[in-house]
């Protein structure tokens, strides 16, 4: 949208959303973004604008994002698909999963890396949950990156000065 306090003046644009961030494009070509905002800066549910009848305001405290669509009910839609995404990524229905799933989840999720921890140190702190599984998380792919680094043979100074004057073999 063009004006905020005008319905009538916007222009085309494509959004993606994700876990992570609130994407807007000129169109759909990802050499054209104009701003991302990350989910974490949106400080109130989106919801339809007062006075539109399909545009959607989301708010980050500064530049608002708003998102105009052809009608109410997919209006209502991306509001439906936000309120989803937030309560999934607040752990929404995990609750009463057993701890052996959800660590299974997690290692599926994380290329088969080990983020494995002991839940039953942190006796319900949740707070001291997260952080010991953020570390888990942070260790996981701190061994993944090493494990590569050291997989990654370095080409010899004869091939790379041989490219450098044009005599390289191509095979």
Do not use: H, W
């Amino acid at each position: 949208m063009v004006d905020v306090n005008d319905f009538t003046k916007k222009s085309p644009a494509f959004f993606t959303l994700s876990v992570y961030l609130l994407n807007i494009f000129e169109k759909q070509d990802i050499n054209t973004l104009i701003q991302s905002v990350s989910l974490n800066k949106i400080i109130t549910l989106p919801q339809i604008i007062p006075g539109s009848v399909s545009c959607i305001n989301f708010s980050n405290g500064k530049k608002p994002v708003t998102m105009c669509l052809p009608d109410k009910n997919q209006a209502n839609n991306v509001i439906k698909a936000f309120s989803q995404i937030m309560k999934c990524r607040m752990g929404d229905n995990l609750k009463d999963t057993p701890v052996t799933t959800i660590q299974n989840i997690l290692k599926t999720s994380c290329l088969g890396l080990d983020v494995g921890f002991d839940i039953d140190k942190f006796k319900g702190d949740l707070n001291l949950a997260r952080a010991s599984l953020q570390t888990a998380m942070i260790t996981a792919l701190k061994n993944a990156a090493k494990n590569l680094k050291s997989a990654i043979i370095a080409p010899k100074k004869e091939d790379i000065n041989a490219k450098l004057d044009g005599k390289a073999q191509t095979q």
